[in-house]
């Protein structure tokens, strides 16, 4: 059976989505728990945060939690490529046909990008609520109608599933979704850079008379770990605001604009891009990693009709070298 080319993107984009998350997650346990400390830090820094973490709860810690967010981040990659592929085609794009300008594409990843908090948003409130409730001893999720200090009005959770099924009691199906305009802030702008840079780095580094298709696993790696960098950096302040509203229940209930401005008052700049530099140095070797096993899947879900299928195996050696 002959997949669709958006078919071929999402199984693509499933692949690298796992590899990816696999890579990144301890990184971005350290980033939730340096955003979420509220008024009075309890870490100095990335690498500090690091070593109370694994001193006081072991290195597996790092990975709490992570069940939801590898499932999630292979639905939305998925999602993503699936998108971007039709978003591609809807701007003009044609099989055999010249190929988009540098713009265009970026522009197709922004479109991609603002279907990505659908799936995004939830997995994350999950995500976040586990990182931060077992570094504090306490869940993040406030007790409607409770009153007194902040640690009395958190909820213990027991896992991802517990989080859902607590979260939907409380605060309704919509609570699930706390945080999405936070999300789509990210997601637009981020994904428009992060697909611009990627196919930037590719146009780059195609030969004259070449196609993307003779580039090797050493360009995909080089323009996503650029692209991931450059996806964090877009507007990093917009995730700094997620992470406040889906954990801190002094923020449950504000806006985006209202928590982005109470945060600024509160801290300057520094507060909202507090954890952006363990976010971007995550960001290179996972990004790097989705974008070179979605392109090594699209090879092997698209074998060229002049070359022998045994040629897989070659192709996986040069990735593996």
Known sequence: ???SEPSKDFIAGTMGGFAG??????????????????????????WHCFQSTVENHGVAFLYKGISSPLLGSMAENALLFWAYSHCKKALGETEGGEELSLFRLALAGAGAGALAPFVNTP?????????????????????????????QRFRLY?????????????????GLYRGNVSTLAREVPGNFVWYGVYEGVCKFMTPEGGTKADLGPSVHLLGGAL????????FYPADTVKSMIQTNPDHMGNGFVETMVRVYQREGIRGLYRGWGITAARAAPSHA???????????????TPDHDPKDRFAMYESVRD
């Open 1 to 3: 059976m002959q997949l």
């Open 289 to 303: 990693m989705i974008f070179a096993i979605y392109e090594y899947t699209m090879k092997l879900l698209k074998p």
């Open 123 to 151: 997995v994350e409130l999950v995500k976040c609520r586990l990182q931060v409730q077992n570094s504090t001893g306490v869940a993040t999720a406030a007790i409607p109608g409770a009153s007194g200090s902040s640690s």
């Open 158 to 174: 027991k896992g991802p599933i517990d989080v859902v099924v607590q979260t939907v009691k409380t605060e309704g199906l919509v």
């Open 21 to 46: 998350k696999l890579l990144d997650f301890p990184f971005d346990t350290i980033k939730v728990l340096l955003q979420t400390q509220g008024e009075k830090p309890r870490y100095t820094g990335a």
């Open 227 to 234: 692209s991931g960098v450059g996806y964090w950096t877009a």
